[in-house]
């Protein structure tokens, strides 16, 4: 396994946080989940070791793929497998339990933690977006950094003006491999330069959260996160173990997540859909070229090579990880704020995604606070948007149709399921055009 940082960015890592050295002793460690209860009641997984973790998520073919295993285990001893995109243990575990609780694998107490962070269980009208206190629309003001971004940039721009206010050291993202760069790698970036530079989609799983271990002790941090990296980083929080850890998370932006796909996905589409080679790619954009959605390639000879949408979508859509199509979080429903894109249609013909903007959900009270704060600040410009602009997104389809669909099939069989503490029903949602109001 290579060990190596570059330019910020984190292949496999040495702990920055650990345990006493008195306490690393098998035996000596306060087993969590041993001896202690907490909010999370049943949730509170009984794996008393990585084995453990091991058994009932990871060979049972529920692991996200979230990194955060990796990056909360306090004795450092778990690194990521990039080829077979799995934890594996590197070194001794200390049986302390803190990996299988914050695990959102294969229990995910949603309505518990939804009322822990954000006071209280969601409104029937909230069904389908979670709780949220405003559905807006927005894009960052610097234009350079709203067109290099996936939607509108709202992300980087919040996470730049965190950084810049000083109310956050260092953010949590995905970035992408320098050597092979149509891999995806976590990143703790620690300047605004490293945030925009890691801009963007990328429709490829990244353990990004596995980049906790970079963090310092004391480091101030945001996180990005998809909706399942945000569950591990809410149930962690809610386990009261690694609260160090925990309490420097200052934000957590989520971000919409229709379905997700290996490293092994963007390899064959570049295989299938042009004549590129990988050892050619110099860089990849999930979403550059003609419609904003197509996937570009830039090659050594300075070629740049395009593969249409029509083809990287109608390819992901038999190639999505199998964990992903039991997942009905489409807007990262535990996040501060979550962040998506918007699509104009509906009646008047198909589904378009409107570039350079933001549809975006704030959840939580701090989540607000910042929204206000970078709006007065002048980095982000903000709108309202109505609801039913959400539900003509794809992820909504997947998720909320999809994914519960697969869930209820797979549990009548008996095969390992992801348990969410809550029944998920589906009914008709007849798309309904929405007006959106886009001059600011
Ligand atoms: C796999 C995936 C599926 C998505 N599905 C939908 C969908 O169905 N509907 C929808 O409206 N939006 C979806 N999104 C979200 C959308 O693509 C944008 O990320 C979101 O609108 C934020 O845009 P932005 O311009 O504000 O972000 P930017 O300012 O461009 O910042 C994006 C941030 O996301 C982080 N990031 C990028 N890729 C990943 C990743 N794979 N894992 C973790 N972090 C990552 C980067 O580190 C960066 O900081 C999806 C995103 C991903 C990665
Ligand atoms: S967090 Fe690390 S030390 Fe603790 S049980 Fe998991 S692998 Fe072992
Ligand atoms: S914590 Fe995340 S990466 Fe680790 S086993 Fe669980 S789902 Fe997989
Ligand atoms: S679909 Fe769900 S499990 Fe898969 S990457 Fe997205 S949020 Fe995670």
């Not at 703790?188 to 925009?196: G, S, Y």
């Not at 980049?211 to 009261?240: D, M, N």
């Not at 903000?382 to 602009?389: I, K, N, T």
Request: glycine share 10%; proline share 5%.
């Amino acid at each position: 396994m290579e060990n190596r940082v570059e330019g910020g960015q984190v292949v496999s890592l040495a702990p920055t946080f650990s345990l006493a050295a008195g306490q690393r002793a098998r035996g000596q460690f306060s087993s969590p989940a041993r001896e202690k209860t907490n909010a999370l009641g049943k949730f509170h997984m009984r794996t008393e070791d990585f084995q453990g973790l091991e058994e009932q998520v990871v060979q049972k073919g529920l692991c996200t793929a979230c990194g955060l295993c990796v990056g909360a285990c306090p004795s450092g001893c778990l690194e990521w497998d990039m080829e077979q995109e799995e934890p594996y243990l590197s070194g001794e575990c200390l049986a302390c339990g803190i990996c299988g609780l914050a695990c959102p694998g294969a229990l995910i107490p949603l309505p518990l933690l939804e009322k822990k962070f954000f006071g209280r269980a969601r409104a029937q009208e909230e069904e389908y977006l979670g709780v949220y206190t405003a559905l807006l629309r927005g894009h960052a003001k610097d234009e350079s950094l709203r067109r290099a971004s996936a939607s509108g940039g709202m992300t980087s721009a919040l996470l730049i003006y965190a950084m810049e206010q000083g109310l956050i050291d260092a953010a949590v993202l995905a970035g992408m491999d320098q050597q092979r760069p149509w891999r995806t790698l976590p990143l703790l970036a620690r300047t605004p330069d490293e945030i925009r530079k890691a801009a963007g989609s990328k429709y490829q799983l990244c353990p990004s959260l596995a980049g906790l271990k970079q963090a310092k002790p004391g480091e101030k941090l945001a996180v990005v996160g998809l909706p399942c990296q945000v569950h591990g980083l809410r149930k962690l929080a809610a386990s009261g173990e690694a609260e160090g850890l925990s309490n420097n998370i200052v934000f957590i932006l989520g971000l919409f997540c229709g379905a997700n796909t290996s490293y092994r996905v963007t390899e064959h589409v570049i295989g299938e859909f042009s004549d590129v080679r990988l050892e050619d790619i110099t860089k990849l954009v999930y979403r550059g070229g003609r419609d904003s959605q197509d996937i570009k390639l830039l090659c050594t000879d300075g070629s740049v090579t395009t593969i249409s949408n029509l083809d990287r979508v109608s390819n992901y859509l038999w190639l999505i990880r199998d964990r992903c199509r039991m997942c009905p979080d489409w807007t990262a429903e535990l996040a501060d704020i979550s962040l998506g894109d918007i699509f104009a249609g509906g009646q008047e013909g198909p589904w378009k995604k409107i570039p350079h903007w933001n549809g975006f959900i704030v959840r939580s009270q701090k989540g607000g606070e910042l929204v206000e704060h970078a709006r007065q600040a002048g980095a982000i410009a903000v709108g309202p948007l109505e609801e039913a602009a959400f539900y003509g997104n794809i992820g909504f389809e997947s998720k909320k149709h999809g994914a519960v669909y697969n869930l209820q099939q797979r549990s009548r069989h008996g095969w390992p399921t992801p348990d969410f503490g809550c029944q998920f029903n589906w009914r008709h949602r007849k798309r309904a055009p929405f007006r959106i109001d886009l001059t600011e």
